[in-house]
């Protein structure tokens, strides 16, 4: 870091609704990353005000933060980030675990969403049995164990060919069918489309925000 | 508090522990050899203590013996080399003039020192043993045990000069037919016809006679051998409080006034001392125990910083793990928690198996030493020191424990996520 100080973000302003499949595009550098990680409350910052679900979000302390994070944010990851000592099931449940919810309401919530990410009969296997693809199904499903408010996806086919990518993207339209909200970082144009909304991010600021016509990647499957 | 008692955090940790199965059992062989090492060393340690306890458990340990010599110097007209003899008059002058005497038995024997062994018969059989002239006192300090249906020499025995004996394990080998009952029969010791009132023990351990001794009263011996008022030697037990140097001293020099010879005369009278031959063993076997703590605390303290330094390599490799649990909702306290109990755990059920370990390998050893000549008896190591280790373990556990949970919580989750 050093004493230089760098301003990612220049003055970003905007709201998601209820339901929404917003993209966020943008080079590198662009501070995409920087945006969702101030979303995601894994990053605080320097001014400015966030408030999800009408909960201001500021002075969060870790343990604040652990706690808005487990209740109101789903996370993907570009790497998957699985626990690679813990079945898929496992995986899952974690975020019902830090809800101190019983194992076995634990398991059977963190069954239904791997069987409606379709991988109900990988339940037992470790992440390394499993395909780049089912990995990120599986913490989509984990994402969504604990109910967010919001699905946030940091490039979440950065690591997958295209049609494996398309299977993600279907997957997390699906989802937001069903009511959720989702936010995507991306620098892909294809998966940008496939959502309803694009942001676009260069050198810290919105340089474009429009309402897209939503491709449906079930059709490229 | 809670947390601890909550039964999904040790499903949790559990399962952390029982995934990573290469780090746990590497983990848990530092703490275990240690405790086990500190268990056998201690116990061992003890066994010996036990071991020299027993050997001299037959005998008075603050005991001493004194017996004339002959004089090295010239003194009060004598010249030197006279032959200095105890007598039973010395036995009240020592008991009045030294308080912390608690028994003097004086001795005389035939058969030890330069003087002829008695030829004794029974019928078709004979041999030649030491025959001790003795008073009833005697099983104060040296303790024998005598088989049942007989006793040793008593009161009564010595005021009529009775011509009774008490013989040797041996003795009653090598006289008697098997199963024959000694007791009531008739030995001729020398010339004179003896009736058998016991047989006694071999003494295992320290003993002041072998198994072949024979034991009559003092009365009848003097009177048979005209032996006077002459004694072999003296056989003195000091109180239990007592530093029976100091008493060896004091017999000595009020001894060398009664028989007239120089008191810097330091050969007129020979001593041993028990006390001080014991005192010795047990001073060793003292130092064996504190030496096996020190080496075995130092071994737990070696396995617990062996485990807490794995626990901290892996906390660097479980960074990313971390983190996502932090992304999950763990906070801070959650995620510190879990890592000391790991170590806690950890260090506990290594602490248990190197117990149950120590504890096998000692009774093994007690098993291999029973029949051989080997003073170590029931090595055990007392339950406080035990559950002294094991609350130094889970003490130590816990704060080595701290060092990389601190690490973990002090990464923050976005920089544990972030891409290689």
Redesign the interface.
Known sequence: MGSNSLHVLKGINFTAESGELVAIMGSSGSGKSTLL?IL?M??EADSGEYTLDGVPIKNLN??KA??Y???FLG?V???F??????SAL?NVA??L????I??KERQERAMKYLEQVGLKEWATHLPNELSGGQKQRVAIA?AMA?EPKVLLADEPTGALDSTTSYEVMDLLQKINDLGNTILVVTHENDIAHMCKRIIYLKDGVIVKDEKVKQVRASEYV | MKFIFDRNTWQEIFGSISKNKTRTIITVIGVLWGIFIYIALSGAAQGMNNGFEKVFKTVSMNSMFVWGQSTSKPYDGFKTGRQMRLKLGDVTTLQNRIPEIQFIAPRIVKGNFGSEPLYTVRGQKSGTYPVNGDFPVYTKIATKKIFDGGRFINDEDIEQARKVCVIGERNLKELYEEDEDPIGSYIRIGNIYFQVIGVHKMATGVSFDSDNAIFIPFSTYRRLYNSGDNVGYLCIAAYDDVDVVQVEKDVKSILKSIHRADPKDERAFGSFNLGEAFGRIMGFSKGMTFMSLIVGIATILAGVIGIGNILLISVKERTKELGVRRALGATPREVRSQIILESVFLTVIAGVMGIILGAGVLSLINNMTKDIDFPYTNPTVPIPYVLGALAIMVVLGTLIGLIPAQRAVSIKPIDALREE
């Open positions: 990680n995601g894994l990053d870790e343990t652990a706690k994070r487990n209740k996370f990851f570009q790497s980030n699985l626990i690679n000592y813990k496992e974690l975020p675990y830090y809800q101190r019983p194992r984990r604990a």
